[in-house]
């Protein structure tokens, strides 16, 4: 038997993918699964950016390409950030990837070292406690509540804070959550890391334009606090690019060097097409990606309805992204008949089975208490799957 990497041990496979994958096996079974499960947009990339891919390959940009990326597509993410956060970036400051994911690896294999402490408010996506592992890090959660709007507040962070702290990281619009930090709530924040200078913040905003509440705020703008922020962005949430694999930072240049030098040693860069497609969606038409968000508040609202219709389910009104993040912790100790529900897995495995809709349990973003459901499907899915969520629950006493 071959003996394998004892790194594989410290992290676990995403929640997220594992859920998919029970769902395609139960689809290839011909059964009719409605996935609430991933993270991707239901609409196809914006045709003026499939352009822009298919005049690079037809201009033959088809070659190695700088590690950072091409200086045009960095030149392209400093006018996003000064078109969007108003905040001045030159293109030695970004590094572009293949996808948020490789981005936030990057920053946190650059900035943490064995037995660094890395403080992230729950719920946060499930790759960053497993990325933290992979370094040799501590996670520190904050733990945070439905009744909170699951935002850690400055006394927590504070509180969070130790000596051996490197890194705060989190998401803003929140992925589970859909939590949005307000201009109030950053400066809470900035007021408690001027404190701290070894500290440096990771803040991923990569569902920046799938926003319901207002115009997005960065942390990044505190001009005191810019050179230990890294900011995380890509095109997949916001300009339905998930395939395409685009991702980038910026950040201070000792962070941009450091992380220019890891990814040169494990993908070199992303792929040269999607570079080009990827200047044409930073600097083009943004009407395409509004039109996402306006979808996606449409039903935002119809799923809020639905789940305030079910006993039990006790959940805040997402901010942004395209998820709600219920607490299901009233339906723990029930049973069918047959199953019993003891934790969110059971839950989403009872869904899964029964209702045959696809979710993502909270264990995986660190809130034993929730579930996730994604409303980036349509409409019609979307009621279709709580109709049977509702007639699955009503099963359990």
């Known amino acids: 038997m071959t003996q394998l990497s004892s790194l594989l041990q410290r992290f676990n496979e995403p929640e997220t993918l594992k859920m ?11 059964i009719d699964v409605i996935d609430l499960s991933l993270g991707e947009p239901d609409f196809d990339t914006p045709q003026h950016v499939k352009e822009a891919a298919v005049k690079a390959i037809n201009d033959n940009w088809s070659h190695y390409t700088p590690v950072a990326g091409y200086l045009d597509v960095r030149e392209a993410v ?33 900035l943490v070292d064995e037995g660094d402490e890395v403080v992230i408010p729950t719920p946060y996506w499930v790759t960053y406690s497993e990325l933290v592992k992979i370094a040799r890090g501590k996670v ?32 803003s619009p929140c992925n589970p959550s859909g939590a949005v930090y307000s201009q109030a709530e950053l ?4 007021n408690v890391f ?22 997005h705020a960065s942390i990044a703008q505190f001009a005191d606090l810019k050179d230990r922020v890294v900011v995380i962005n890509g095109l997949s949430k916001g300009f339905a690019m998930t395939g395409w694999r685009f991702g980038y930072i ?6 941009a060097k450091a992380c220019e030098k890891l990814q040169g040693q494990f993908t070199s860069a992303t792929c040269s097409i999607t570079q080009k497609a990827a ?38 009104a997402p ?36 209702a045959h809709v696809s979710s993502v349990m909270g264990d995986a973003f660190g809130e034993p208490l929730c579930v996730r459901f994604s409303f980036a499907n349509s409409m019609t899915n979307i009621e279709r799957a709580w109709e049977r969520i509702a007639a699955a629950l009503a099963k359990l006493h």
Do not use: H, W
């Not at 950030?81 to 590094?95: C, S």
């Not at 910026?250 to 962070?255: K, L, V, Y």
């Open 20 to 30: 998919a994958k029970l769902g395609r096996e139960l689809r290839a079974k011909g």
């Open 78 to 110: 400093c006018t996003k950030l000064k078109r969007d956060n108003n905040l001045d970036y030159k293109p030695e400051n970004i590094i572009t990837s293949t996808g948020a994911k490789q981005s936030l690896a990057n920053a946190i294999l650059a």
């Open 140 to 171: 520190v959660e904050i733990r945070t509540s439905v009744e909170q709007g699951f935002k850690a507040t400055p006394a927590q962070v504070e509180a969070a804070i130790t000596e051996k702290t490197r890194v705060f990281m989190f998401s």
């Open 187 to 190: 400066e809470g924040l900035a």
């Open 194 to 215: 001027r404190k701290y200078p070894n500290v440096t913040i990771l803040a991923d905003e990569i569902y920046e334009y799938i926003n319901f509440v207002g115009k």
């Open 250 to 255: 910026a950040a201070n240049a000792d962070i």
């Open 279 to 316: 200047v044409e969606a930073l600097t083009g038409d943004l009407r395409p990606s509004m039109a996402m968000t306006e979808e996606f508040t449409r039903r935002r609202t119809r799923t809020l309805e639905l789940v305030s219709a079910i006993p039990g389910l006790k959940c805040n």
């Open 319 to 354: 901010e942004g992204a395209f998820y709600v993040f219920p607490d299901v912790s009233a339906y723990y100790g029930k049973s069918d008949g047959t199953t019993t529900i003891q934790n969110a897995a059971d839950f989403s495995m009872y869904l899964l089975n029964t």
